[in-house]
């Protein structure tokens, strides 16, 4: 059985027992919404366009965003693999923020930016920036030292060494830095929505939970979780295995 068939089938089922759950008051509406009216909910937001300018304002942020964060997690990544003296010590540094959740940076934005769009993308910028420095980082330190002995045995020295031979043995450690960047920005986009003015997912999501509108707010949560996980499916998981299978590391 292909997986696309799994998974349909196994959703099928959770909706199922979800909808059998409502029926037989096994939970109060309020605290879950059945399918149905989590179904009418997203029917009505996406009729009255409410829903589509919140899809388009989140992926035009998170666009942004995550070019930036790739670009500049790129840059210091290389800058970190190619000095001891920067891994020793904004790499450090780079370790330690790392570890600092994304939302824990929405004072300090509001502060520098305000509540618009500049808070909301330095967050998601935060978020991608650093897994995709750590991922660079590490592609360019595992390089095979055969490649590279090869490679200056046939007069490859330098600059021409680290763009023939480095970056290209380091592209699948580019590729999963890339997707983990997409995953983190996505957490980091929809986490800094919620205190914003809108439009945009996570503002609507907290709309309807101060109005108690959970059909729609359990709506939301299936879009964003839909979003990450056909993304992530359907465009960085085929990207990476491409890759993999190209560099042989992957049957």
Do not use: C
């Not at 366009?49 to 964060?69: E, N």
């Not at 509540?115 to 420095?133: A, N, P």
């Amino acid at each position: 059985m292909k997986p696309t068939v799994k998974r349909l089938i196994f959703f099928a089922v959770l909706i199922v027992f979800w909808e059998l759950g409502s029926r037989f008051e096994l939970w109060h509406e309020t605290i879950l919404p059945s399918p149905f009216s989590v179904y009418d909910s997203l029917m009505a937001g996406f009729s009255d366009m409410t829903l589509v300018y919140d899809l388009m304002a989140s992926f035009r942020r998170l666009l942004i965003g995550l070019v930036a964060a790739i670009l500049i997690g790129t840059s210091i990544g290389i800058l970190l693999a190619r000095s001891n003296t920067a891994d020793e010590t904004l790499g450090t540094l780079v370790l330690a923020l790392q570890s600092v959740p994304s939302i824990v940076w929405l004072p300090l934005a509001m502060m520098w930016f305000g509540l618009g769009e500049g808070s909301i993308i330095f967050v998601v910028i935060l978020g991608g920036t650093f897994v995709m420095i750590l991922n660079v980082r590490t592609g360019i330190k595992n390089v095979d030292p055969l490649f590279i002995k090869a490679a200056r045995t046939m007069g490859s020295n330098g600059l021409d060494l680290f763009i023939k031979v480095i970056i290209p043995a380091s592209v699948p450690y580019f590729v999963t830095g890339a997707r983990l960047a997409w995953a983190f920005a996505w957490r980091a986009l929809m986490a800094g929505e919620l205190l914003s003015s809108g439009p945009g997912l996570g503002y609507t999501l907290r709309y309807a939970s101060d109005f108690g509108n959970m059909s729609l707010v359990i709506g939301v949560m299936i879009i964003i979780g839909v979003v990450g996980a056909v993304v992530d499916l359907m465009i960085f998981q085929r990207i990476e295995k491409n890759v993999l299978k190209r560099w042989g590391l992957e049957t």
